[in-house]
């Protein structure tokens, strides 16, 4: 039987009557278009490798107004999943705490001497134009209540020569806390800067969903009050880090691998330390005599300047902070207070199941971003929602008698809702696993412990009891609402009631959370 002729390699074969010359051209020309070949079938392989990791990878985007927690949960999630880094790096934010420990120091001296000075509490923020107040949606003329005893300078008290004499003694042996928080400052970055007033919010700027009308002060008194907590939330200023500068600082702590100018200015840095350490230890004692003295604590009360509530409150462990050998616990880490502005992206890897068996345990990557919350920065999310496989939304319902730093017309409770209401109705978020932490649950305890009625600021909660219980329900309740009522499909949210800064409990939220994200984004790919 006589073969079919190949017509292939016909179609290969060279010519009967090539030349020499022509047919080192045609072997050069071959050679040529098999290289291109090869490099189009690598570029095939690699571009399929990528497609395959990106599917393995779990994309978790963490969102929330300014303050909500956001960085305190990428904090936990580090603790949790990327314990050696977290170890490494943990000894370069002992800087961090000392600033915030300063920080707060210095705040109650401004406040005395504020005092000494006279000066009433303050009810409008220096921004805002007496003749033409910021007025809250649904509510009155807040003018009509400037005449309240807690605005009115002649009923504040006058302080006895006694009082005066000590308190400036107490700015006079702290003075040196001042040069500690330049040398904390240019040690973090040159480009730090306090946040005390809104940043260049255009006048015009408003975000959709968030006219809650249910969550609205109800009367100008309940509005003032509020806009005296904005106050006294920018009394605890805190710290921003722009750039990347903060990032390289953990990153020369961890691995000493940062070279040339970088690295001699981190060593430079580092020559400084000792002497900030020298100068906190110092002053221990002074320091705390000035958080413990009656009067100072009399005269934050009446300024309503409620330091527990800030974040890095770190006064109750002057003890421990103020000594040479002092190293940050896990805990004093989480509850640090560092303002990053930008994106801030981390990879962990994350086990899939809870067994016991280590062996049978695989581990997934994940890439955790954690981006702006204040108003100027949220329109930088929507790049980010893309190929997102899950969303942390933090919620800080502690916030139910505060007004956004960037607006004083907006309740931050109202503003959380209206942002849960947008990103649950986003289209381009359809298919995502939507978490929900109801954060600050502690702070929340206290405020309804000292006496603040939470049916003042939200109507609908009617006269339910002001007890942390039935009021996290509510609004448990409503967010839940909110996700059946806008989703673009049915889905299940997940719902939590968290306190971030609380390590423990929220390594318990965390270990749920992700069994959660498994098993909604990941059963389709067959990874569980």
């Known amino acids: 039987m006589i073969a079919e002729p190949d017509p292939f390699a016909e179609f290969l074969r060279p010519p009967l009557n090539e030349t020499p010359s022509e047919r080192a051209t045609r072997r050069i020309r071959e050679a040529e278009e098999k290289r291109i070949s090869d490099a189009i079938d690598e570029q095939i392989r690699q571009e399929r490798q990528i497609l395959q990791k990106q599917k393995e990878l779990v994309k978790v985007l963490l969102l929330g107004q300014s303050e909500s927690g956001k960085s305190t949960t990428l904090k936990n999630f580090r603790l949790e999943y990327a314990r050696e880094e977290w170890e490494a790096e ?21 406040a005395l001497q504020a005092e000494i000075d006279g000066e009433p509490p303050s009810t ?39 009082e005066i004499q000590r308190f400036q ?16 400052k240019l040690r973090l970055g040159a480009a730090t800067e306090e946040v005390t007033s809104m940043d260049e919010i255009p006048e015009t700027q408003s975000d959709p969903g968030t006219d809650i009308h249910s969550l609205e002060s109800p009367d100008s008194r309940h509005m003032l009050r509020m806009r005296k907590n904005r106050r006294r939330r920018i009394q605890g200023e805190e710290m921003v880090v722009r750039g990347l500068r903060w990032r390289e600082f953990l ?60 974040a890095g409150f770190f006064l ?46 695989p581990r997934r990557e994940w890439v955790l971003y954690d981006v702006g919350g204040s108003r100027t920065m949220r329109r930088a999310w929507i790049p980010y929602f893309q190929d997102v496989n899950a969303i942390i939304f933090l919620a800080p319902i502690s916030g139910f008698d505060e007004v956004l730093l960037e607006d004083p017309s907006v309740n931050r409770l109202n503003d959380s809702v209206g942002l849960w209401k947008a990103i649950i109705s986003s289209r381009l978020l359809q298919h995502t696993t939507m978490v929900c932490f109801l954060n600050k649950c502690d702070i929340l305890k206290r405020k309804l412990r000292s006496g603040i009625q939470f049916r003042n600021f939200v109507r609908d909660y009617g006269s339910q009891p002001n007890d942390i219980t039935p009021i996290a329900k509510f609004i448990k309740d409503r967010f839940r609402n909110i996700a059946i009522k806008y989703s673009n499909q049915q889905r299940t949210t997940y719902i939590y009631t968290t306190s971030v800064t609380d390590t423990k409990a929220t390594a318990t939220t965390l270990r749920s959370v992700r069994d959660s994200i498994f098993r909604e984004n990941l059963a389709s790919a067959q990874f569980v």
């Open 90 to 110: 943990k000894a370069s934010w002992r800087a961090v705490i000392q600033l915030n420990l300063v920080r707060s120091i210095t705040s109650i001296l401004d």
């Open 169 to 184: 003694l107490f700015r006079l042996k702290l003075a040196p806390l001042r040069r500690v928080e330049m040398d904390l």
């Open 124 to 162: 409008i923020l220096d921004n805002d134009e007496p003749d033409t107040p910021a007025q809250p949606r649904g509510s009155v003329d807040i003018l009509s209540e400037f005449n309240d005893a807690d605005s009115n300078p002649s009923t504040q008290p006058t302080l006895s020569s006694e």
């Open 251 to 310: 990153t020369y702590g961890r691995t000493r691998s940062i070279s040339g100018k970088t690295r001699a200015s981190f060593e430079f840095q580092e020559s400084t330390e000792g002497g900030a350490a020298e100068i906190l230890s110092g002053c221990k004692e002074d320091m705390k005599r000035l958080w413990q003295d009656g009067d100072v604590r009399g005269i934050l009360k009446r300024r309503k300047m409620e330091m527990e509530n800030n």
């Open 316 to 361: 109750n462990d002057i003890d421990r902070i103020a000594t040479l050998s002092y190293l940050p616990s896990d805990d004093d880490v989480v509850r640090s207070r560092l303002r990053t502005v930008g994106v801030q992206e981390y990879r962990i890897f994350v086990d899939t199941t809870n067994t016991l068996n280590l062996k049978a345990r």
